[in-house]
C-alpha cells in the first residue's frame, strides 16, 4: 500500500513563495501519475498540477493559477513538489497530493497541508 506524506505548508504574505512536497512510500507501480489538488473553505476540491512518471506535466487551466504554479518529480519518482510563486489571498486552502497507478487507476490522496495566504 502507497503511503503520501506532505509537507511544506504554512502562513505566508500575499506575494510570497511557498514549496509543498508529497513523500511517496510503499510499492508504487512504474506508470503512474502524482499530483496536487487543493480545497478552499466552502468550495469542491479543485486540481492544481500532475505529473506522470514520465514528466509529463499537466496544470489547471484556471486562470487564477497560470504561470504561479511548478510541478515537478525528483529522479527516483517518489516525491512530487509543487513550487508556488506569487501568492494571492484566495490560493488559501488545504493542499492534497495524490498517486494513481495507470492500471488499475486507484488514486490514494496524502492527509492534506494547509496554505494561509494572508498578511
Known amino acids: 500500500q502507497v503511503q503520501l506524506v506532505e509537507s511544506g505548508g504554512g502562513l505566508v504574505q500575499p506575494g510570497g513563495s511557498l514549496r509543498l512536497s508529497c513523500q511517496a512510500s510503499?510499492?508504487?507501480?512504474?506508470?503512474?501519475?502524482m499530483g496536487w489538488y487543493r480545497q478552499a473553505p466552502g468550495k469542491q476540491r479543485e486540481l492544481v498540477a500532475t505529473?506522470?512518471?514520465?514528466?509529463?506535466?499537466?496544470?489547471s487551466d484556471a486562470e487564477s493559477q497560470k504561470g504561479r504554479f511548478t510541478a515537478s518529480r525528483d529522479n527516483t519518482k517518489t516525491t512530487v513538489w509543487l513550487q508556488m510563486t506569487s501568492l494571492k489571498v484566495e490560493d488559501t486552502a488545504v493542499y492534497y497530493c495524490?498517486?494513481?497507478?495507470?492500471?488499475?487507476?486507484?488514486?490514494?490522496w496524502g492527509q492534506g497541508t494547509q496554505v494561509t495566504v494572508s498578511s
Open positions: 505529473v506522470s512518471s514520465k514528466n509529463i506535466t499537466n496544470y
Open positions: 495524490y498517486y494513481q497507478p495507470f492500471f488499475p487507476p486507484n488514486r490514494i
Open positions: 510503499g510499492s508504487l507501480a512504474n506508470n503512474n501519475v
